[in-house]
């Protein structure tokens, strides 16, 4: 009966996955190469092989992707209490206490503000091992609170995401962070403090559905699942099979919904390029925009009665001092030339 253990070997595996593997050799989840640890780690838990991306925490994305030494937790006092005394197969108190000493973490998202390659940035890492990297009342409130510190000290903010989606434990109160969290963004955007969203594997559910989407520039990682519903549910919904590779960063790039793909390896480098790129082009004059929706007459109008640009201020947050603003065409005239 030896396919018999064989399955019971392959439960444990699953459930292991949550967690970063140890001891000396780890096997690759995708390709089946087996890995020396010390060199996975080196590989910063991609596989030198395949690039498969094992999921890491949230400390360990502040390691690789943060100046060393640099960051700083904050909100780390609002915690996320038990409203609905929500109790199913376990009582959700419990489950909260239990993650909270599996993980070391207080909460889903870790927050805080650091520098990526000397550029200083408030950034915020969802972690997928607290209940399932869930969106609540208090990771939500978190998040909201890390866009308003990036809005008043105008350093560019960013959020790494791998979550399952909205936390039910919680009902309306883990629903309504969405639409509390991307009318912030709007905020956040009218202020012309840059939003970079990263993807990784999984991004799902209302996260995905809401403020995941709505970066300045969205990058994922390989093969990351980024959807919605998942694709069983879609497809006994629509009645169709599903093409290849759906739901994966490399189809969705391919569809317009991710900017670009990029190894972890390169993470980093990234991000410090593009924080660079965003506090050079702070310091040009705003151009007035037209808003979804709007109509040209509405545009014109209000580019007319518009007051002066806003910039990344120059200041003590390392951007460079923006130049006196150069005169340019003014709306109305740059309007009539169309
Ligand atoms: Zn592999």
Redesign the pocket.
């Given at each position: 009966m030896t396919w018999l253990r064989k399955a019971k070997e392959g439960l444990k595996a699953q459930e292991r996955r949550r967690d970063l593997p140890d001891g000396l050799w780890v096997k690759?989840?995708?390709?089946?190469?087996i890995?020396y640890h010390k060199e996975l780690e080196r590989n910063l838990w991609t596989?030198?092989?395949?690039?498969?991306h094992f999921r890491i925490s949230a400390r360990s994305y502040i390691k690789i992707l943060l100046d060393e030494g640099s960051f700083r937790e904050r909100f780390s006092e609002v915690v996320s209490t038990d409203p609905l005394r929500f109790k199913d197969s376990k009582r959700y108190i419990d489950r909260l206490k239990k993650a909270r000493e599996e993980t070391g973490l207080s909460e889903a998202v870790l927050c805080g503000e650091g520098l990526i390659e000397e550029t200083p940035c408030v950034v915020a890492f969802m972690d997928f091992a607290f209940l399932g990297g869930s969106l609540a009342s208090a990771a939500g409130e978190r998040i909201a609170r890390s866009i308003l510190l990036a809005i008043e000290s105008r350093r560019p903010l960013i959020i790494l995401w791998a979550s399952g989606g909205a936390r039910m434990f919680e009902g309306i109160l883990s629903l309504m962070q969405m639409a509390k969290t991307n009318a912030l963004l709007a905020r956040l955007s009218d202020a012309r403090v840059p939003y970079i969203s990263i993807m990784t594997h999984p991004t799902t559910g209302g996260v995905t559905a809401s403020f995941a989407s709505v970066g300045d520039v969205i990058l994922a990682e390989p093969k990351a699942l980024i959807g919605f519903a998942g694709p069983r549910v879609i497809k006994q919904t629509i009645n169709q099979e599903l093409p290849e590779g759906f739901q994966r960063s490399e189809f969705l790039l391919k569809k317009g919904m991710v900017d670009q793909i990029v190894h972890r390896l390169e993470l980093r480098k990234t991000l410090g390029w593009l924080l660079r790129y965003f506090a050079a082009t702070s310091v040009l004059p705003e151009k007035p925009r037209r808003r979804a929706g709007e109509s040209m007459a509405r545009f014109r109008a209000a580019s007319v009665a518009a007051p002066k640009p806003m910039g990344l201020e120059p200041s003590d947050n390392g951007h460079p001092p923006a130049p006196a603003p150069t005169p340019e065409p003014t709306p109305t005239e740059t309007a009539s030339q169309e």
């Open positions: 690759c989840e995708e390709c089946g190469e890995l596989c030198a092989k395949c690039g498969y």
